[in-house]
């Protein structure tokens, strides 16, 4: 098993490759990885270099220390939003907005599978960065906040959207409004881990659940999601004329040849992406 590292021009970021996985680690263990700007200029840098990695077919986000991401540095927010300058209201929706398209949208929207393992708290704009993802892996000790209504704000990087799709609005104004926190096992139970597991076991757990999807054809991977996406935002119609496009690009594939011979011969696919 060969391993590269990715350089992420930033401490608090670390990723590595291996066997077509890609693991992205937040690493600011003093603040329970909580996001700064230095870590989403990271993070926003990183998503695009992995989009474009043919040798990565899934993304695996996770936080070192015992916990994925606390949310915002709240003792820095403000001034990192303010840009070291006077407070200025239009600048700091302007540069929030910027933060969310590059790194929650983007992670969101990404062209390969992505999964959160959660070793611990994911809290406020962490919450969001693990509802942003396609599936979610948790240690039994892990747990999923708001944490916006306990420090008087409404929140960011498309938690309200994220929970509305997942558990449905009254639920999530439920869990918004009473800064609910979700344990594991009611997180399953909510639809929004699809696996919880011992902490010991969380990295391992993740890595074979990724193996398995990056063992399948990127090509079809990458519309699989995009059609459950954009089933989100549209009509039955509009669903089935996106399939048919998509269908037909991979069934003229290389990889789908490759499929159907396997299939034929009862054995194992080498998919290329091709």
């Known amino acids: 098993m060969t391993r590269r590292k990715i350089e992420t021009g930033s401490t608090l970021v670390q990723c590595e490759v291996s066997n077509h996985v890609a693991t992205i680690t937040l690493n600011n263990p003093e603040k329970r990885n909580a996001m700064s700007g230095n870590m989403t200029d990271a993070l926003s840098e990183l998503f695009l270099v992995l989009d474009l990695d043919s040798e990565v077919r899934v993304l695996i986000l996770t936080g070192a220390a015992g916990a994925f991401c606390a949310g915002g540095d709240v003792?820095?927010?403000?001034?990192?939003?303010?840009?070291?300058?006077?407070?200025?209201?239009?600048?700091?929706?302007?540069?929030?907005?910027?933060?969310?398209?590059?790194?929650?949208?983007?992670?969101?929207?990404?062209?390969?599978?992505?999964?959160?393992?959660?070793?611990?708290?994911?809290?406020?704009?962490?919450?969001?960065?693990?509802?942003?993802?396609?599936?979610?892996?948790?240690?039994?000790?892990?747990?999923?906040?708001?944490?916006?209504?306990?420090?008087?704000?409404?929140?960011?990087?498309?938690?309200?959207?994220?929970?509305?799709?997942?558990?449905?609005?009254?639920?999530?104004?439920?869990?918004?409004?009473?800064?609910?926190?979700?344990?594991?096992?009611?997180?399953?139970?909510?639809?929004?881990?699809?696996r919880v597991v011992a902490a010991a076991e969380l990295q391992q757990t993740a890595e074979t659940l990724a193996a398995e999807i990056a063992g399948f054809a990127p090509m079809a991977l990458r519309y699989m999601k995009e059609n459950h996406n954009r089933a989100r935002a549209t009509n039955l119609q509009t669903s089935m004329e996106i399939e048919a496009d998509r269908m037909i690009r991979t069934l003229q594939s290389k990889d789908h040849a490759e499929g159907?011979?396997?299939f034929m011969e009862k054995r194992k696919p080498v998919f290329t992406g091709r």
Not at 103 to 128: D, E, F, H, W
Not at 154 to 164: E, K, R, V
């Open 75 to 194: 003792a820095s927010m403000g001034g990192a939003l303010a840009g070291g300058a006077a407070p200025d209201t239009d600048a700091m929706i302007r540069r929030l907005r910027h933060a969310q398209e590059t790194v929650g949208l983007r992670l969101y929207n990404l062209g390969k599978p992505t999964i959160a393992a959660l070793p611990g708290a994911a809290a406020g704009a962490g919450m969001s960065l693990a509802l942003a993802c396609d599936l979610r892996v948790m240690a039994d000790s892990a747990f999923l906040l708001p944490a916006f209504g306990g420090i008087g704000l409404s929140g960011d990087f498309g938690g309200t959207w994220l929970l509305n799709q997942l558990v449905g609005p009254s639920r999530a104004k439920e869990i918004y409004f009473t800064n609910r926190r979700i344990g594991a096992e009611d997180a399953l139970s909510l639809g929004l881990a699809n």
């Open 260 to 262: 159907a011979r396997a």
